[in-house]
């Protein structure tokens, strides 16, 4: 492939959706790199080559309100890759932004360990659709996780406790937080009426509003 400009750096980036999109991109841009280039050289094709040329350049993925993309032997490998060619991967949740944790699959289940895991374990002893439940608990995530709290802090990845004590406090505060930015995703509205929208929208979608990520974002400079 054409070698990159020695100073040419890729970063890859995304919002829900575009963020599934650059976890997918980050993923076949690494992937290009574990081939032997003498390989990707001789077989591969011109579209190809142009991603192996992009992989080499890759400094970062930078996701915002991330769904999980794969099972866990997907996000093993692709941590794996990540940790060798020292590449970050920031995953962005902001609040109790919920597309941050779906599918649900096994991170959560391993953060709740023996209590969610004896519950699965039952499942799928006595269901008829035992196969079904083992691929919906598989989902799993890639990188790091940085979570936006309304309360200004920024924890990275939690343990149960501290995201139950999290999701607790951010639940407590959304009202106020609505009414301080006196908008939640295309909605603006004065701030008295921000009590009430705060009452028909639950966190766990107005926390996943893009405006919600620059805001909390923002107070971390």
Not at 159 to 188: A, I
Request: hydrophobic share 45%.
């Amino acid at each position: 492939p054409r070698p990159a400009p020695a100073d040419v750096r890729v970063w890859v980036t995304g919002h829900s959706l575009g963020a599934a999109y650059a976890s997918v991109l980050a993923t076949v841009l690494l992937g290009t790199q574990t081939k032997p280039l003498h390989t990707a050289n001789l077989l591969a094709t011109e579209p190809q080559k142009q991603l192996f040329a992009l992989g080499s350049c890759l400094a970062g993925v930078y996701t915002f309100g991330t769904p999980k993309i794969g099972d866990k032997h997907m996000a093993d490998h692709m941590n794996t890759l990540l940790r060798y060619f020292d590449v970050p991967f920031n995953r962005y949740r902001n609040g109790n932004d919920i597309v941050g944790v779906l599918p649900i699959g096994s991170d959560s289940a391993s953060k709740a360990q023996s209590a969610l895991h004896g519950i699965l374990d039952w499942a799928v002893a006595t269901s008829d659709f035992s196969g079904s439940i083992a691929m919906v608990t598989d989902f799993a995530t890639i990188g790091k996780e940085f979570r936006l709290n309304a309360d200004g802090r920024m924890s990275v990845d939690e343990t149960l406790c501290e995201e139950l004590r999290n999701t607790c406090y951010n639940l407590v505060m959304w009202p106020l937080s609505v009414v301080t930015l006196r908008h939640v995703g295309s909605l603006d509205f004065t701030k008295a009426r921000g009590w009430i929208v705060s009452l028909l929208i639950p966190s766990f979608i107005g926390d996943h509003f893009p405006a919600g990520y620059l805001y909390r974002l923002a107070a971390q400079t």
